[in-house]
Each structure stands twice: as C-alpha cells, then as structure tokens.
C-alpha cells in the first residue's frame, strides 16, 4: 500500500473514532444532565400539588365539624365521604406552570383511580411501591411520547391516597435524536472533508515548487495578497522563507501606499463635509440680516456671529488638516467652564432651531472641563444638526450636561425619526447615511459622525448612541478627567 492511502486510512480512522466517541459521550452527558433536571422539576411540582392538596384538606377539616374536635372529625369519616372531600378539594386547587396546568391524579388505598386531570392511562405499579414518606418516579412511554410519572402518599382520614403527576419530556428525547442525526450526518461530511484536506496536503508535500511557480506568477500580474507558505528546513524550506519575505515586503509597501491615498480622499470629503456646519451658521445669520429689518443691538449681534464662526472656520481648518492629514492626536487641552462651553455652543445653533422651529432645552451641571474647545464644539454642533434634521414636526431637542462619578457627560437628545438597531454599529463609518433620501435633501454626505468619533477618541472619551426608531435618539458623549468646579 502506497505511503499516501495508509496517512489517508490511519488519519480518517482515528479522527472518526475520536469524533463518534467523544461525541456519543457528550450527547448522552447532556442528555443525562437535561432528564436529572426535568425529574428534579417533577418532583418539585408533585411537592406544590401535595402541599396545596394538604392545605385544602386542612381548611375542609376545620370546616367540616366545628361542634367536634379534629381527631372526632377526621374518624367521621367513611372512605366514600373521604373521596369525596378529596375531590371537593382537588377542584378548589389550580396549579400552572408555565407549560400549562400539572396533570396529576389521585388513587385510594385500593389502588383505584379517584379524580384525574390527565388522560394518560397508566398501570398503578408505581404506586404499590410506595410506602408511607417515600417518593417514587419512572420514565415511560405512551402513544409515542414519553413522560416523567412522579408519586407521592398522602395520609387522609386514616387512608392511604396516592398522588401521581406527569410531565412531559417528549421534546428531550426529540432533542436527543436530532443530535444523533446531526452526529450521522457530521460523521459524512467529515469523511469527505477529510479526503480533500489529506489529497491536499499530499499535493502541498509533494508540488512545492509547483506552488512557488504559481505564486510568483500571481505576483507578476499584481495579486501581492498572498497567503504564507509553509517553511521547512531543507533547500525548498530555504526558498520559501526567502520568496515569504520577499511577498511580505511588497504586501507592506503596497498596504501603505493604498492607505496613503485613502487618507487623502478621506481628508478632502471629510474637509468639506465641516465647512458645512459654521457655513450654515452663517448663512442662516446673514438670511435674518437679509429678509427683515433688525435694530442696531441684533445687527452687532448678528454681525458678531457671522465673524466669529468665520474666525472659528479658519481656526477649524488647521486643526482638522492636522487631524486628518497630519494625524497628530496631541491637541493641546484647555480647561473650560460647563456652562460657557454649552453657551457657545447654544449662541450658534439656537438661530437655526428657531427658524425651524424646535424646542431647544438646555440645562448644565457646572464643572471644569479638560478639553479642545474648538473640536468639542464642533462635535456638538454636528451632532445637534444631525438632531435637527431628523426631525419632522414639534421638534425638540435636549442639550444637557450632568456631573458623573468618574467624569462629565454630555447628552443630546431629540424626538426626531430614530435609528434602526442594526445601523446604529454602522453610521460612524465614512459616507454612511441611515437615511439616504433625508440625507439628499439635507447635503449630508455621511463624515459628520466619522469626525467626530476621531475628535471624541482624541479626548479620551467615550460616545454611546440609544435610538427607538419613530420616537428618537439620545446621544451620550463621556468625558473622562474632568476636574469639578469649586470656584463657581
């Protein structure tokens, strides 16, 4: 037999054994496991039904006979008016779990069936096994399905009764049958799994050089995305650890040249996605100065805020061409109070609320903050924009700023169109639009969020988004080593 049938043979015989073995002793341990766990369930209901079955027989005895004492009332009793109490009591008694109500019966002394719940029909066998205090319980079959039967005495009346309950356990032998399946059909595929590994790694032992031929041709016509190939120690092992370097070096080169240009792409759509937002800032001051008449005060005002956002446009495009370009992540922090910071932010996006009209509510918790101005600001700017264009009618939008345990967070919060579960993950990425008609309408080309999830990493903090599609979304931005305010 040649060298490559008897690996085949050898390895497929062992890994078949190993697998139907290990795998038959982890079926029937699970299985012996869920069944322990369905009988401890079983006997936990028989104990409720006997204790609730006791409870009523006791109310029934105080009842029965008040002009006598217990023990007179209980010896009062004839076997036909002890059934009858028992039944009495039974209807009084429903207990449900939450696969439905516990089927049960009760039997007298004379092993005869008093009242049921269940159509099942049973031997009474079980029930001879008993004696007084003892429990018992078996595993049967009926019409195809299988049941836990758990029995229990009870002492009524000077007789011995006998309480039976059933549980059916059906879908864990179902469940244990399908994993046998799943077993058989495992076992399949494995076999011919295990025929194409070995044949190729056969070839693999065999053809090295074939496959160094092959992978220099791919390199030649541009495919630099190779896989590793295995390394040995004689002349071919020599080769391969030389053609391995070789296939790494030019991956490396051709990595960073693509990321390179990807970085330039990224800066110039990210560069004018935040020139946007000062530019509608002033825009829509210039439009007030524009179509109506404003006092001398509004117009410095006015005026005011048209220059600054300007001043702030050109100090924003250095720092973003150092952000985005030059990658330094070393911002100089300043310290700033709370409420000044939500201040300027507020003076700028309060216009544009205005007009569209939508509630704007702030309220700040006072604190020293470490951090950009100029970048933080731009990220609430961004992120209350985003607010307002999500909303349709009787907007409102919250701006709060809370002390916390370890920090300062930041929240921003509307009653706008809301974000779909699954895009939450997705809207930092660039370009990505949750709403790509609203987003159309609006000039967004999705960098907002993608600039500012780099600004809040350059902070050190963190952003969590909570959104309910139709009700809203609530942004929370942590701020991690804030210092608090005692001067103010």
Not at 395 to 419: M, P, Q, S
Request: glycine share 4%.
């Amino acid at each position: 037999m040649k060298l490559f049938w008897k690996f085949f043979f050898s390895t497929s015989i062992i890994s078949l054994f190993m697998f139907g073995l290990g795998s038959s002793i982890m079926i029937n341990t699970l299985f012996q496991s869920s069944l322990k766990q369905e009988i401890n369930y079983s006997f936990n209901e028989n104990d409720i039904l006997q204790t609730a079955l006791n409870n009523e027989l006791t109310r029934i005895y105080q009842n029965s006979n008040t002009s006598n004492t217990g023990k007179e009332a209980v010896s009062s009793f004839t076997s036909e008016s002890a059934d009858n109490l028992i039944i009495n009591a039974l209807t009084q008694i429903a207990i449900s779990t939450s696969n439905g109500s516990i089927p049960f019966q009760i039997s007298n002394s004379n092993y005869i069936t008093v009242y049921t719940t269940s159509s099942l029909n049973y031997d009474n066998k079980l029930i001879k096994l008993l004696d007084n205090g003892t429990r018992a319980y078996e595993v049967t079959s009926l019409d195809n399905r299988y049941y836990i039967r758990v029995a229990c005495p009870i002492l009524f009346a000077g007789e011995n009764y006998y309480l039976e309950t059933y549980k059916d356990i059906t879908a864990l032998f179902q469940i244990r049958e399908n994993q046998f399946q799943i077993f058989f059909y495992s076992v399949i595929g494995i076999i011919g799994f295990s025929f194409i590994l070995i044949f190729f790694v056969a070839y693999w032992l065999t053809k090295p050089l074939k496959e160094l031929a092959n992978s220099a041709i791919r390199i030649s016509k541009g495919d630099y995305d190779l896989p590793v190939l295995q390394e040995g120690y004689d002349e071919i092992g020599l080769l391969t650890r030389a053609f391995n370097q070789m296939s790494t070096s030019l991956r490396q080169t051709m990595t960073e040249l693509e990321a390179s240009a990807l970085r330039q792409e990224n800066f110039i759509a990210s560069f004018a996605h935040e020139l946007k937002t000062p530019m509608t800032s002033i825009i829509g001051y210039a439009d007030m100065l524009r179509s109506k008449k404003v006092s001398q005060e509004q117009l410095i005002l006015y005026s005011n805020n048209i220059f600054k956002e300007g001043k702030r446009l050109e100090a924003l495009s250095f720092k973003l061409m150092e952000l985005i370009v030059l990658k330094k992540h070393e911002f100089q922090m300043r310290t700033v109070s709370a409420s000044h910071f939500f201040e300027t932010v507020q003076s700028v996006i309060t216009p544009i609320l205005k007009r569209d009209k939508i509630e704007f509510i702030t309220k700040v918790a006072e604190m020293n903050l470490q951090l950009e101005p100029d970048l933080m600001k731009t990220v609430c700017l961004n992120l209350l924009d985003n607010a307002r264009k999500s909303i349709d009618v009787n907007g409102r939008i919250h701006f709060l700023g809370n002390v916390e345990k370890d920090g300062y967070c930041i929240t921003i919060a509307d009653n706008g169109k809301g974000i779909e579960s699954d895009e939450i993950s997705k809207i930092t990425e660039a370009f990505y639009m949750s709403d790509k008609s609203r987003s159309r309408a609006t000039g967004s080309v999705g960098l907002g969020l993608t600039i500012c999830s780099q600004i809040i990493e350059i902070h050190h903090a963190k952003m969590l988004i909570e959104s309910v599609p139709g009700k809203g979304t609530c942004i929370y931005i942590h701020l991690k080593e804030s210092k608090p305010n005692e001067n103010i």
